[in-house]
């Protein structure tokens, strides 16, 4: 061990934010401004920010794949509207980027995880892949996958970064 940083328990953001800075000091992350973007959109969600959350994601198109979801065509605000429910039901949600998958000069794909504890005092824990495409700060797609559909997640972020 190098290096020990404590934190809050309470700011998750902050220990995703210093890991995010070391890894990207290593000078082994291609694409780093979109790394950090992604992690100040996670932190933006972290905090229950919805109103930035809306205006980073604005105009962005949604595309649910996981097998329990309502439905495909669902809208960028059904989605916001989901998250906002998931938070009622659990007041500490947090959204964890696990690990990166894949990433290119305008999206990634992440494994990631909603977490925390339900009002009636369950630890909730539900794993899903993310399909995520930026442009600067700005969310212009989303895709949501189970975990299991990680090979077709990869295959749209290539789909989707091929030049026209």
Same mark, same amino acid.
């Given at each position: ?21 070391? @890894?990207?000091?290593?000078? $082994? =992350?291609?694409?780093?401004?979109? &790394?950090?973007? +992604?992690? #100040? ?52 949600? @947090?959204?964890?980027?696990? $690990? =990166?998958?894949?990433?290119?000069? &305008?999206?990634? +794909?992440? #494994? ?53």
């Amino acid at each position: 061990m190098r290096d020990t940083v404590i934190f809050d328990p309470d700011d998750i953001n902050s220990a995703f934010a210093e890991l995010t800075a070391r @890894w990207i000091a290593s000078g $082994e =992350v291609a694409y780093p401004r979109l &790394i950090e973007a +992604v992690d #100040r959109i996670n932190a933006m969600i972290n905090r229950h920010d919805w109103d930035a959350v809306a205006t980073h994601f604005a105009g962005a198109e949604y595309i649910n794949h996981r097998q329990l979801a309502q439905s495909a065509d669902g809208t960028i605000d059904d989605w916001l509207s989901s998250m906002q429910t998931t938070r009622s039901l659990v007041p500490d949600l @947090w959204v964890e980027l696990a $690990e =990166v998958l894949a990433r290119c000069a &305008i999206g990634i +794909v992440g #494994r990631m995880a909603l977490k925390g504890t339900s009002t009636d005092g369950a630890a909730i824990e539900i794993p899903f892949v993310v399909l995520l495409l930026l442009d600067g700060e700005r969310v212009t797609r989303l895709e949501a996958f189970d975990e299991d559909q990680r090979d077709m997640a990869l295959a749209r972020l290539q789909e989707l970064s091929r030049p026209v």
